[in-house]
């Protein structure tokens, strides 16, 4: 199901669940209900939940975002780490340029086809990704530079490696949801109280005030929603893409 639908339907759903008991709220309300006559100790306790609850809210948002923001620069590191082996090692003889530019090539189009579909389905790496990686860091490692020149490139080559390395080490921390169990319990449970309080007000005098509860709770729904298609940063809708791996090498895109 596209994720376009399942927010679509959540909203409606919230909506729904809003509107069908407040009407039979209504229906059930004795005759001589007062709606006006909220205590005011609810009241203040319904601004400040609500208050509380968009704290935590956008808290939740500013950090998934700042994960998934994360997600991209650590694939953007590791593309640039790779591209800057494959342009440094022009200095070395053909055959050992060559090698080394195939073992970057043949990497990078791995990461980008199988590994990244790995990705997003299973939340992990691919071991083929791992073991290509390493016969990268053998051949850049074990050539023994023949000139002052090659020298001179010889150290920051290895550097480049490890910074691609260490920036794959951090894509596969950020692979998968990133928000525990018990943090998603307190948002869908704040959520709960927060609506809940819509009835506690007594909404279920006029329909502006019917729409109005409608509105909130989808708007809650969406963002539960936003929070959800974030947390995972490689996986969902709004993801981290593989374009600077594409930017950079374009042919393995093709």
Do not use: K
């Amino acid at each position: 199901m596209p994720e376009w639908l399942v927010l679509i339907l959540a909203m409606l759903a919230a909506c729904a669940v809003v509107v069908i008991i407040t009407l039979l709220r209504h229906r059930r309300a004795a005759e001589d209900e007062d709606p006006s006559e909220t205590p005011d100790v609810i009241e203040y306790m319904t601004m400040w939940i609500g208050v509380v609850y968009a704290i935590v809210l956008g808290l939740a948002i500013a950090g998934v975002w700042e994960g998934r923001s994360a997600a991209q620069e650590n694939v953007r590191a590791e593309a640039v780490a790779l591209h800057e082996i494959s342009e440094r090692v022009r200095v070395y003889p053909a055959e050992i340029r060559d090698r080394i530019r195939d073992d970057v090539n043949a990497y990078v189009g791995h990461v980008v086809t199988t590994e990244w579909r790995t990705m997003a389905d299973h939340d992990r790496l691919t071991d083929e990704g791992a073991a290509l990686l390493d016969r990268l860091r053998r051949d850049v490692t074990d050539y023994e530079p023949r000139t002052d020149f090659e020298a001179q490139a010889y150290q920051p080559l290895v550097d480049q490696v490890a910074a691609a390395d260490q920036a794959r080490s951090a894509r596969a921390e950020s692979t998968g949801a990133t928000m525990p169990g018990v943090v998603w319990f307190g948002l869908v449970t704040g959520a709960m109280v927060t609506i809940g309080m819509i009835f506690a007000l007594q909404i279920r005098r006029t329909r502006r005030e019917l729409i109005l509860a409608g509105l909130f709770s989808a708007l809650i729904a969406f963002l539960l929603f936003l929070i959800w298609d974030f947390d995972a940063p490689y996986s969902r809708g709004l993801a981290a893409t593989a374009e600077p791996f594409l930017r950079l090498f374009p042919e393995t895109g093709s």
